[in-house]
């Protein structure tokens, strides 16, 4: 099972590259210097996870500007992965890792397997580059995320490890007014984000 906060398990992962159709083992130790966007899906070749990983497509140059990567993974085999990335439509031009959790093992150790149907369930895990679980989400099967709070999170992760002390209020973006925690705002929040614009 997962906490935030506190060190995200290790892990072995068999990957598809699309980028060099190629196949590459990864492990937490190979983002070191990233926050590491861990997006499980339930399946390839299913209805809402390519409208996700799409999605995910558009954002990941802005991601990855924010000090972010991205690896898709789901319970599924590189070769699956290979097959999908050919055939989907939507899929043309995905440029980030596809890994193959195809035992379940990491699915299971998080607490995101459906043993029922051997998936692993919509969810998201932003690891900082310590290996501090920074931010996770889970979502009912039938609902699509947005990759756009992904890519929020991210910089607010970012911003926040950069800026140490500071924090970001609800629905914070880039550009945004942000706070410094003290006993001096309590109750008196609207005028520290006022005073930051």
């Keep these: 099972m997962f906490k935030v906060d506190q060190k995200f398990p290790e892990f072995s992962l068999e990957t598809y590259d699309p980028k060099t159709d190629g196949v590459k083992k990864i492990s937490l130790a190979n983002f070191r210097t990233k926050f590491l966007v861990l997006f ?56 980030f890792l596809m890994a193959a959790d195809h035992n379940g093992k990491l699915s299971k150790d998080l607490g995101i397997y459906d043993e029922e149907s051997g998936l692993a369930q919509r969810a998201a895990f932003i690891i900082a580059p310590d290996g501090i679980l920074r931010a996770a989400d889970i979502t009912a099967d039938n609902i699509g995320r947005s990759a756009g709070e992904i890519l929020r999170k991210v910089k607010a992760l970012n911003f926040v490890n950069m800026h140490k002390g500071m924090a970001c209020p609800a629905s914070w973006d880039e550009g945004s007014a942000t706070l410094t925690p003290s006993i001096k705002i309590s109750g008196k929040v609207a005028g520290a984000l006022r005073k930051r614009k």
Excluded: M, Q
């Design 40 to 95: 499980f899906y339930p399946a390839d070749f299913t209805f809402v996870c390519p409208t996700e990983l799409a999605d995910l497509k558009k954002r990941h140059e802005e991601i990855k500007k924010h000090n972010g990567e991205v690896v898709v993974v789901s319970t599924d085999t590189v070769f699956t992965h290979k097959a999908w990335i050919e055939t989907e439509e939507l899929l043309k031009g995905l440029d």
